[in-house]
């Protein structure tokens, strides 16, 4: 199965978690940190340290997502503030999600057309590459991600280090991340896993 049409069931459930958490800092204003163990961390390595998985400015890897696999590693990452991080900037609410394969010598960057294809019957109203990135704009599907959230979401893929990195972009039902906002952060965010990764 493609990496970017392969979604966890456990993505739902840590997503809503990630959500509840949003909602109740827009309700309450702040969110305490939970007691014990810290969710929020700055960045996470697969296979060794060739992928490194990190937000943009503002967000946060959540650290009770992370999955490292034989056939893969998962991490989920959202706005440092909504998983307990005080202090920080302030970030769109967003939840994004990475999957990492196993390293493979003849990894191809990922063609932003097959992807559109792998995804159907899900319209695919934007379909582009540059510098080695596929980016899609899914119209469908991200409420069943996200609950709360809008169906439309974005999807890119790459590769660093021989590893087939797939991203996506979740938020509420409405938001500018949607939209461009959305495009612009999962760009953003194939920028900091590249700058924090190991040049090969």
Same mark, same amino acid.
């Given at each position: 199965?493609?990496?970017? =049409?392969?979604?966890?069931? @456990?993505? #739902?459930?840590?997503?809503?978690?990630?959500?509840?958490? *949003?909602?109740?800092?827009? *309700?309450?204003?702040?969110?305490?940190?939970?007691? @014990?163990? $810290?969710?929020?961390? =700055?960045?996470?390595?697969?296979?060794?340290?060739?992928?490194?998985? =990190? %937000?943009?400015?503002?967000?946060? +890897?959540? &650290?009770?997502?992370?999955?490292? %696999?034989?056939?893969?590693?998962?991490?989920?990452?959202?706005?440092? /503030?909504? /998983?307990?991080?005080?202090?920080?900037?302030?970030?769109?609410?967003?939840?994004? =999600? +990475?999957?990492? /394969?196993?390293? +493979?010598?003849?990894?191809?960057?990922?063609?932003?057309?097959?992807?559109?294809?792998? /995804?159907?019957?899900?319209?695919?109203?934007?379909?582009?590459?540059?510098?080695?990135?596929?980016?899609?704009?899914?119209?469908? %599907? %991200?409420?069943?991600?996200? $609950?709360?959230?809008?169906?439309?979401?974005? #999807? &890119?893929?790459?590769?660093?280090?021989?590893?087939?990195?797939?991203?996506?972009?979740?938020? $509420?039902?409405?938001? @500018?991340? !949607?939209?461009?906002?959305?495009?612009?952060?999962?760009?953003?965010?194939?920028? &900091?896993?590249?700058?924090?990764?190991? !040049?090969?």
């Amino acid at each position: 199965m493609f990496i970017w =049409t392969s979604e966890r069931g @456990g993505v #739902r459930a840590i997503a809503r978690r990630t959500l509840l958490g *949003l909602g109740m800092m827009a *309700l309450a204003g702040c969110l305490a940190a939970p007691a @014990g163990k $810290p969710q929020a961390m =700055t960045a996470v390595a697969f296979y060794e340290g060739a992928v490194v998985v =990190t %937000g943009p400015r503002g967000y946060c +890897v959540d &650290a009770a997502s992370v999955r490292r %696999g034989v056939s893969g590693s998962f991490a989920l990452i959202a706005s440092c /503030l909504s /998983l307990g991080q005080m202090g920080g900037v302030y970030a769109d609410p967003a939840v994004m =999600t +990475v999957s990492v /394969l196993p390293r +493979v010598a003849s990894a191809q960057a990922p063609d932003a057309q097959a992807m559109a294809r792998a /995804l159907a019957p899900a319209e695919v109203r934007v379909a582009q590459e540059k510098d080695g990135l596929a980016v899609v704009q899914v119209m469908q %599907g %991200g409420d069943a991600a996200l $609950p709360g959230g809008d169906p439309v979401h974005w #999807r &890119a893929g790459l590769v660093i280090n021989g590893h087939l990195v797939g991203l996506a972009v979740y938020g $509420p039902e409405g938001q @500018g991340v !949607s939209g461009a906002e959305g495009q612009a952060l999962v760009q953003a965010l194939a920028r &900091a896993m590249r700058a924090a990764s190991p !040049s090969s």
